[in-house]
């Protein structure tokens, strides 16, 4: 069965430090990936879907970049945090385009 | 292009009495359609899907949603509230193979009085 891990669960990190956050999927193989931000009693924000290895697409500009090193693992990274980056960030899979996605448990990121 | 609407942002119902969650959507295409459900400081859980199969759609939970294309609707409901049920709900539109970016409503937050 497919399973998706997140690490790590809790974050907490003064502005201007870097940032990673990192996504695996195990039992399947060339997912699509996906990065979500949730601020807080908001929806979900997309920031970043890959289709592959080394392809990354970004929704919406910001400070933050996303890598896909190897065809099941997803990295979301910062140079310099911002104290709006704080959130909750899912990242999510899925086998083809129009298929459901599965979630990842999610880490809360909080900047001070 | 495609667009959800999540007509209520809270719901409020008794333990023991009907949910309804409502959902409308725009889509240029035969859409597949999502309901997920997400707890406090989780993950989202897919409730159900549909995929251009049987209108009615059965999920886990007890809940369940009918696809209806003339009033572009895709409704949640459950017979029974349970107090386990209080959450935040989230309706999903997918346009079919060829896109990568499903579109999401806003969420409904149900609130479950004892």
């Known amino acids: 069965s497919q399973t998706i891990h997140q690490w790590p669960a809790t974050l907490v990190q003064p502005v201007g430090s870097p940032l990673s956050l990192e996504c695996t999927v195990e039992?399947?193989?060339?997912?699509?990936l996906y990065w979500y931000r949730q601020a807080a009693g908001r929806g979900l924000q997309l920031l970043f879907y890959?289709?592959?290895?080394?392809?990354i697409s970004s929704e919406v500009p910001q400070n933050l970049s996303a890598s896909r090193p190897q065809d099941r693992q997803f990295i979301l990274s910062s140079k310099k945090l911002l104290l709006s980056d704080s959130g909750f960030y899912l990242c999510?899979?899925?086998?083809?385009?129009?298929?459901?996605?599965?979630f990842g448990p999610g880490t809360r990121l909080t900047v001070l | 292009a495609q667009s959800v609407t999540q007509l209520d942002s809270h719901v409020s119902v008794s333990e023991g009495t009907p949910v309804l969650l409502r959902c409308n959507y725009s889509?240029?295409?035969?859409?597949?359609l999502f309901w997920y459900v997400q707890h406090p400081n989780k993950g989202l859980q897919l409730l159900l899907k549909?995929?251009?199969?049987?209108?009615l759609v059965k999920g886990i939970n007890g809940f369940e949603a009918e696809f209806k294309k003339s009033e572009t609707s895709f409704h949640l409901t459950k017979p029974s509230a349970h107090m386990s049920d209080a959450a935040e709900y989230f309706c999903v539109v997918s346009p079919p193979g060829g896109s990568y970016i499903p579109t999401f409503g806003r969420g409904t937050s149900l609130i479950v009085h004892p």
């Open positions: 039992g399947t193989s060339n997912p699509n």
């Open positions: 890959s289709v592959g290895i080394g392809q």
């Open positions: 549909y995929t251009s199969a049987a209108t």
């Open positions: 999510a899979w899925r086998v083809v385009a129009g298929a459901e996605q599965f």
């Open positions: 889509s240029s295409y035969s859409p597949s």
